[in-house]
């Protein structure tokens, strides 16, 4: 009896090993296929995020967001200069970026209650940059587009909290 035992345990390894392989190996894509792939997860990536034009120059902006933010109650955390940090990271010809990190009081604790911790926290942040053209954008995440797919009270919660950033955007950006 110990023998067939044996035998099966010797021959499981080899059995996942084959298993690995087989999953591993990524399936072969024509040209074209991969090229509408990219294309779909360059579209997604893009909705993930909310990227407009802003009215006034980079530092108009940037003070005119924290003061919206802080009409609506929010709480500006810091604003980080990520050119700075980027041109320290060797980086020479960066233009500039930076982001203001600021969200309402406790929302991402109530945002964690109400998913029951199944959501990550909410990034809170706009960030400023130079475009290539020399015109100020401002990029949020898609605050809108996550709360569609969500429901309850966490969808709610996301819901309002992207009211608020329209709000903070409205005479700013685009």
């Known amino acids: ?26 399936p072969q894509l024509t040209q074209e296929q991969a090229q509408r792939l990219m294309a779909r997860q360059m579209q997604m990536m893009a909705s993930m995020f909310d990227y407009r ?4 120059d980079f530092d108009t902006t940037i003070t005119a967001l924290v003061t919206a933010a802080e009409k609506q109650g929010w709480k500006k955390n810091q ?21 203001v990190l600021i969200c309402p009081p406790a929302f991402n604790d109530k945002l964690a209650k109400a998913s029951q911790g199944k959501l990550p926290p909410h990034p809170c942040r706009f960030t400023v940059f130079e475009g290539r053209d020399g015109k100020t954008y401002v990029v949020k995440m898609n605050s809108t587009l996550f709360a569609q797919g969500l429901q309850g009270e966490a969808g709610k919660l996301l819901s309002e909290i992207a009211a608020d950033e329209e709000a903070i955007l409205k005479g700013i950006a685009e």
């Open 53 to 56: 034009r802003s009215r006034l």
């Open 1 to 26: 009896m110990k023998k067939p035992l044996t035998a099966l345990l010797l021959c499981l390894p080899l059995h996942g090993t084959a298993d690995a392989q087989l999953m591993s190996t990524p």
């Open 79 to 99: 604003v980080h200069d990520a050119q700075a940090a980027m041109k320290q990271a060797g980086v020479a010809d960066s233009k500039r970026v930076k982001v």
